[in-house]
């Protein structure tokens, strides 16, 4: 079952992407180097924080070998369908 909270993390996130989406649309065509550096510099914060979750995780730790191959699998795959996704769109609007 559906709990508040999680109902909450969820209209979070969707508001910031909303939030997000439109000042983007808003800013479109104009000089945002600044922002560029603050977007490079918030996702270097969100691996860090990600992988410190991770590496601070006993449990986690602990299946990772186990896990290993079917991330790799994963992997391997999301990029390979990627590149073909990318090549049959190039293809299609002619680049």
Do not use: D
Request: with cysteine.
């Amino acid at each position: 079952m559906f709990s508040v909270a999680g109902l909450l993390e969820v209209a979070g996130l969707t508001l910031s992407l909303a939030l997000g989406l439109v000042v983007g649309y808003r800013l479109r065509g104009k000089n945002v180097h600044k922002v560029e550096g603050l977007i490079f510099g918030s996702i270097l914060a969100l691996i860090f924080s990600l992988g410190f979750s991770i590496g601070s995780n006993s449990e986690l730790l602990a299946v990772m070998p186990s896990v290993w191959f079917n991330a790799l699998v994963l992997l391997a795959m999301a990029l390979f369908f990627s590149v073909v996704c990318a090549k049959l769109a190039m293809k299609l609007v002619k680049i």
